[in-house]
């Protein structure tokens, strides 16, 4: 009985040990599959496709995102291919594309299933959409505008805006210099608070937030813009309209 005994507990040790052996494996197996699936991140490449100016600034380098566009085709990397296709509808890659680039684009779009990472930015900002509707709503007929960019297409990068007739502007309008002056100051550690705008004989003091996703960097602002003259020439010299302005923030 005791011989029995040891022996059924050599084989139960030995099968346990061998469980224990190919899970280990096919866990090992899954993260190195896991990891390839998930590829290198963009910057890893020679191609990637900010190049830095004189001024030591991030600037769109067309030239190498066509490289990395056709390198993408050619090879799989499914992060960092999504990524250069982000960064390209930051900057309005296909207006800058020829008609052969432009189908070479819609293949890498088709391949790496491109067309939702647009939807994939909207969803993201939108929780930071709810914000800037709530604030820019704490503050109504005072002078103050709250809107929200979505980086991702800069054209018409206005998703959301409380206050619009401070400055005239609605959603569906975009933004020129604002992803590069963001990247810039994200890699200079430096906030772009309480700066000054001039819009014709019109003052705005105003403040913008980079909204940052890991893997993309900047993909959208959250902008807050104050209308000095409004403050300063409708409201002040006149004491009717500053019991007015407070019983709005009231």
């Given at each position: 009985?005791?011989?029995?005994?040891?022996?059924i507990?050599s084989?139960?040790t030995?099968?346990?040990?061998?469980?224990?052996?190919?899970?280990?494996?096919?866990?090992?197996?899954?993260?190195?599959?896991?990891?390839a699936?998930?590829?290198?991140a963009?910057?890893?490449?020679?191609?990637?496709p900010?190049?830095?100016?004189p001024?030591?600034?991030?600037?769109?380098s067309?030239?190498?995102?066509?490289?990395g566009?056709h390198?993408?085709?050619?090879?799989?990397?499914?992060?960092?291919?999504?990524?250069?296709?982000?960064?390209?509808?930051?900057?309005?890659v296909?207006?800058?594309?020829?008609?052969a680039e432009?189908?070479?684009y819609?293949?890498?779009?088709?391949?790496y299933?491109?067309?939702?990472i647009?939807?994939?930015?909207?969803?993201?900002?939108?929780?930071?959409?709810?914000?800037a509707?709530?604030?820019?709503?704490t503050?109504p007929?005072?002078?103050?505008?709250?809107l929200?960019?979505d980086l991702s297409n800069?054209?018409?990068s206005?998703?959301t805006?409380?206050?619009?007739?401070?400055?005239?502007?609605?959603?569906?309008?975009?933004?020129?210099?604002l992803?590069?002056d963001?990247?810039?100051?994200?890699?200079l550690k430096?906030?772009?608070?309480?700066?000054?705008?001039?819009?014709?004989?019109?003052?705005?003091?105003?403040?913008?937030?980079?909204i940052?996703?890991k893997?993309?960097?900047?993909?959208?602002?959250?902008?807050?813009?104050i209308d000095?003259?409004?403050i300063?020439?409708?409201?002040l010299?006149?004491?009717?309209?500053?019991?007015?302005?407070?019983?709005?923030?009231?």
């Amino acid at each position: 009985m005791p011989l029995a005994a040891d022996w059924i507990g050599s084989v139960l040790t030995n099968v346990l040990a061998s469980l224990v052996l190919l899970a280990g494996g096919f866990l090992i197996g899954r993260f190195r599959e896991r990891k390839a699936q998930q590829g290198k991140a963009l910057t890893e490449y020679d191609f990637y496709p900010y190049v830095a100016t004189p001024e030591r600034f991030a600037e769109f380098s067309l030239k190498d995102f066509r490289l990395g566009m056709h390198y993408f085709l050619r090879n799989s990397d499914v992060r960092a291919a999504r990524q250069l296709i982000f960064i390209g509808e930051q900057n309005a890659v296909r207006q800058q594309l020829g008609e052969a680039e432009g189908k070479t684009y819609d293949r890498l779009l088709a391949k790496y299933q491109g067309a939702g990472i647009a939807d994939d930015a909207q969803e993201f900002l939108e929780n930071y959409r709810n914000i800037a509707r709530l604030i820019g709503r704490t503050f109504p007929n005072m002078g103050i505008e709250v809107l929200i960019h979505d980086l991702s297409n800069p054209t018409h990068s206005i998703t959301t805006i409380e206050g619009g007739e401070v400055t005239g502007r609605m959603v569906g309008l975009g933004t020129t210099t604002l992803l590069v002056d963001l990247m810039r100051r994200v890699n200079l550690k430096q906030d772009k608070l309480n700066y000054e705008l001039t819009i014709g004989a019109r003052r705005f003091k105003c403040t913008t937030v980079p909204i940052l996703r890991k893997d993309y960097g900047v993909v959208g602002a959250i902008c807050i813009n104050i209308d000095v003259n409004y403050i300063r020439d409708g409201v002040l010299p006149h004491s009717e309209r500053i019991a007015e302005f407070f019983q709005n923030y009231c």
